[in-house]
C-alpha cells in the first residue's frame, strides 16, 4: 500500500514542480522560484522510497538513499527564504530592509549547517522494511522531526499569519497549522506515508501562495 502511495506522492511533486516552473515564468514571482529545487528534492526523495524494494537492499540503494539526507539538509532550509519573500512581495516595510534580508539568509546557512552537523556528518544507515517499503534509515534516529525542521515550521507558521492578515490569504496559514498538526499528532493508521500528505499540502499551499501574490503585485 505505501509503495503505492509513495508512488502518488512522486506523481504530485513532479505535477508540482511543472505548476510552479509554469508560474514562475508568467509571474516572475521569485518566492516561486526557491520552491523549485525544495520540490525537486522532494522528487527525489519519493522516487527513491517508492522504489526502493525493486532496488533491493545493496550499496547502491544505500547511497541514493544517503542523498535524500543530503538534499533535505541543503534544500528544506531554503524555506525560511521563501518565507522571507512572501513577506517582502506583500510590501511589509520591514520585510524589504537590508537588515532583514541578511538575517534570513544568514538563517538559512545556520540551518543548513545545524541539519548537516546534528543529521548528516558521520550518519550510519541501515535498511529498514516499513509497510512493504525498502528504505536505508539512520541507526540513531530519535524518533521526533530535527530541530531545523521544527524552526523552519515555526518560521512558515508565523510568516503565514501575518500574509494572513496583510493580504486576507488565508491558505498559507492553513498548510503551515496543517503541517504542524499533522507532525505531532500520531495517525491510527498502519502507514508511513499518510502523514506525507500534510507535507504535500503545505507544499501546494506554498506554490498557491506565490501564484496569489504574482497575480497581485
Excluded at 506523481?11 to 526557491?34: C, D, E, P, R
Excluded at 519519493?46 to 538513499?65: C, P, Y
Excluded at 508511513?192 to 503545505?202: D, I, K, Q, R, W
Aim: charged residues 10%; hydrophobic residues 55%; without cysteine.
Amino acid at each position: 500500500m505505501d509503495t503505492i502511495l509513495f508512488g502518488f506522492f512522486l506523481a504530485a511533486y513532479v505535477g508540482l514542480f511543472l505548476y510552479i516552473t509554469a508560474a514562475y515564468k508568467k509571474f516572475k514571482v521569485n518566492s516561486s522560484a526557491i520552491l523549485i529545487p525544495v520540490v525537486l528534492g522532494l522528487v527525489y526523495d519519493n522516487t527513491i522510497i517508492s522504489t526502493g524494494k525493486f532496488i533491493g537492499e545493496g550499496t547502491l540503494l544505500e547511497n541514493l538513499n544517503l542523498v535524500r539526507y543530503w538534499l533535505h539538509a541543503f534544500f528544506t532550509p531554503l524555506l525560511v527564504l521563501f518565507a522571507w519573500k512572501t513577506l517582502e512581495q506583500a510590501h511589509i516595510g520591514w520585510a524589504d530592509t537590508k537588515w532583514f534580508t541578511i538575517s534570513g539568509i544568514l538563517v538559512t546557512i545556520g540551518l543548513v549547517i545545524l541539519e548537516l552537523v546534528t543529521e548528516v556528518f558521520g550518519l550510519v544507515v541501515s535498511p529498514e522494511w516499513e509497510y512493504g517499503v525498502l528504505t536505508y534509515s539512520s541507526t540513531d534516529a530519535s524518533g521526533g522531526p530535527p530541530i531545523m525542521v521544527l524552526i523552519v515550521s515555526l518560521i512558515l507558521f508565523i510568516s503565514s499569519i501575518i500574509i494572513w492578515r496583510k493580504q486576507k490569504w488565508v491558505w498559507f496559514f492553513i498548510g503551515s497549522a496543517a503541517m504542524i498538526a499533522g507532525s505531532a499528532v500520531p495517525l491510527p493508521v498502519e502507514s508511513a506515508a499518510v502523514t506525507n500528505f500534510f507535507e504535500l499540502g503545505l507544499l501546494i499551499s506554498l506554490a498557491a501562495t506565490a501564484v496569489f501574490q504574482g497575480k497581485n503585485k
